[in-house]
Each structure stands twice: as C-alpha cells, then as structure tokens.
C-alpha cells in the first residue's frame, strides 16, 4: 500500500470502532460496475455493498432524481404529508402486488417493524394472550445488528457479550420444513426466512421448500415473513426470490437495492392486515418515508425496470455460475447461487478465503470473504458479458494459486 492508503487506513484505525476488518483498498470513485481506489487503479465491484448498489454506482437517473429533490424538499417528518411519499407507495405497491407499504430507513429497522407488526396482529387478530408471541428464525440467520435481533441469532460473534435478550423466539434449520411443522404452536404468529441466506455463505434451500413452507404457513395461520433486504429487486433474476417457487409471501422486507446505494430506504410491504393493526403513536421514523427518500427510491425502482436489470440479472448470473463450476480448482469444495447472488466456498485446507480475495484485489477484483471458507460474489445488475468473462478468467487465477 502506498503512504496516503496507509494514512486513511491508518487514521480509520486511530479513531474509530474497530467493528470491521475491511480489504486493503481506499476507494474513491465509482461507475457502473467499476470502482477506483485513491492511487486511480480500477477494481470490477464484485460486492456490490451487500446487493445495495444493484443499479450501479452513482447511475446517473437516480442521481439525477437525488439532486433534484435535494434542491427542493428533503425532510418533513411523517407528522405532515410530503408529495412523494404517496406516489412512492403506489408504484412498489404496483411493482410487487402488495396493499400497504411501511417505510424505514435501515434494513434492520425493516426486520423490528415486521417482528413488532407481527406480534401485534398475534395479540389483536389471532388472539394469542398478551405476552406470548412465538416466531420461529432459521439457524445461521442474519437479519441485522439490532439488539432485538442479534437475540436469535446464531452466530457466536453477533451474540457474546451482548445480552441479555429479548425472548419469544425459536430456532429452527433453515431448509427443513418438517422442523418447521414440528416447532408451531397456537402461540406461533410468524415465520420469519431469508428465501437464500446470504451472510451464510449464499446458501440455497432444498427445491419445493418455500412450497411447503407457504402452506404450513397458511394451515396455522400464522404470518410468511420474507427477508428479502438482500434477495430482493432483482439479485436473483427475479424481482423478489420467492417468485422462483411462486409462492406469495404475508410480509416482504426490502431494502439495499430499494435505493441503487444513493440513501438508507428499507419498506414492510404486508398482503393483509398485518400493518393494519399500527395506529398513530404506535410506530414510526423521523425518517422513514422522507420525500428525498421516497424520490431516490422510485428513479431506483423505475431503472430497475425500465433498463431490464432484472433479465440481465438471470441472464449474467447463469453464465457466471457455469463459469465458476467450469474452473478446475482443488481448492473449490462447491460453487453455489442464483442470479447474480453467487458463493465459492473452499476446502478447509486451502485456507482462508481472505486471501483468495486479497489475491483478487491485485488482479482487479473486489470480493468479500464471508464465515472464513467463502468467497461471495455479488456485482452489479448492469454486468455485462464481457464482464463476466473477464472476471472469470482471474478468479480461475486466484482459486488456481498456490499460497504455500
């Protein structure tokens, strides 16, 4: 690293948190698919911050939209109405067939809202007594950092030392719908799912699984809660994942690519009467449902589709995974994904994947390691062909390399 990354690197590491442990890389600037770091060397972004810049970086629609409404009104409060909120909520409602929209601001904000929307449907419309709620989480979850939700979490380094925790959870496998049979109870109000688990490493559930999640859902009466903060608006070739089982979700949670990486927008979307039970006072984001939000949020959407990023998402992440099942490595224990939501997980004894990615990085590529043995990767929706190809060819380079 030069001095001057050293000095930012450095200075990051002086005064703040260290809750972080980022690749060695000071970037800068960034488009489309492409970023720079501060010395002008390009990386292919191969991360995407988490499938929150989908759209691409800084896409030009979106930014456009952003000035303009930062040029005329940026926060009001939801104690006045704001013309861009309603339009807001008629266009997602159109795009993903739902009835009522609850904005936030953070993807975990989003996960809160559901979980206290649900137990209060749980008390005021199932009739579960005060107090008693169930929802039932998968093991290796990750819906977030917030103290309620790191409280059914799995991992050892979300939880230590950061309790006590809330109660009224179960854990269950992810993937195994007999284990969710088995766990409901009068007292369940909800079922909440990632339809991929991301942070986990991209890990797919069995085929028919969210099928026969849907009905058990459906015969116990109690609420489908999709986590699709990362799966959704188009990372898997589908607008939301659950449309690969066709299946229709009771609860859909969104966020990252809601806004293309330009603002904090996260929603609750509910086909039924859940968010109905929220009176005024009961919930609420100073935040949440800004107008500057609302504007980002629909050039986002309106590129999304507009643009095809969705077809080029099942398009580029099929070639992609093909590409990366071609590549002749003992390094690759499985190669996994859907759409542009893709995973290399290695063999223990190849060591860790951070080096892999660190190896990536002086070839032009940024990945992110993710529980030690994987690689994910996750590029823009605009990725083309060509793009593809030319990060095939280095990534076969990094999982070939002999670090011993």
Not at 166 to 173: D, R, T
Not at 216 to 241: P, S, Y
Not at 337 to 355: F, K, S, T
């Amino acid at each position: 690293m030069s001095s001057s990354v050293i000095d930012f690197v450095a200075t990051e590491a002086r005064f703040g948190a260290h809750n972080y442990e980022p690749i060695g890389v000071v970037l800068s600037r960034g488009e489309g698919v492409w970023v720079w770091d501060t010395e002008g060397n390009r990386y292919l972004d191969c991360l995407s911050a988490y499938s929150a810049v989908s759209q691409g970086h800084c896409h030009p629609k979106i930014l456009a939209a952003m000035v303009e409404q930062a040029h005329r009104l940026t926060l009001t409060s939801r104690a006045f109405h704001n013309d861009q909120l309603a339009p807001f909520y008629e266009e997602i409602a159109a795009l993903t067939g739902s009835h009522k929209v609850l904005p936030m601001n953070s993807g975990a904000e989003a996960v809160e809202s559901a979980i206290k929307s649900v137990r209060k449907w749980g008390y005021e419309v199932k009739g579960v007594p005060d107090g008693q709620a169930e929802i039932i989480v998968c093991a290796n979850n990750f819906h977030g950092r917030t103290l309620g939700i790191v409280g059914f979490s799995t991992d050892p380094d979300t939880r230590t030392h950061f309790g006590p925790f809330a109660p009224g959870f179960k854990i269950i496998p992810f993937g195994d719908a007999a284990a969710l049979a088995e766990a409901i109870t009068p007292y369940t109000v909800a079922f909440l799912v990632e339809p991929i688990q991301g942070e986990a490493g991209v890990i797919l559930p069995p085929a028919g699984y969210f099928t026969e999640v849907r009905e058990l859902c459906t015969t116990n009466n109690l609420m489908l809660v999709l986590d699709e903060i990362q799966t959704g608006l188009g990372r898997t070739g589908k607008l939301l994942a659950e449309q690969h089982e066709g299946i229709e979700a009771d609860v859909t949670l969104l966020g990252k690519a809601l806004s293309g990486g330009f603002y904090p927008v996260s929603a609750v979307l509910s086909n039924n009467d859940v968010l109905g039970t929220l009176r005024p006072g009961q919930h609420g984001s100073t935040f949440g449902g800004n107008p500057l939000a609302c504007a980002v949020a629909r050039a986002a959407l309106r590129v999304l589709t507009e643009e095809g990023m969705i077809e080029n998402a099942a398009r580029q992440g099929a070639r992609f995974l093909e590409g990366l099942k071609d590549i002749r490595a003992n390094t690759i224990r499985e190669v996994r994904g859907r759409g542009l939501m893709l995973a290399v997980e290695l063999h223990p004894e190849a060591g860790r994947a951070r080096r892999y990615c660190e190896a990536l990085q002086g070839m032009g590529i940024l990945a992110k390691d993710t529980h030690e043995q994987t690689i994910r990767i996750a590029p823009p929706l605009v990725i083309t062909s060509d793009q593809v190809d030319w990060a095939l060819e280095r990534l076969a380079t990094a999982l070939t390399q002999d670090f011993s």
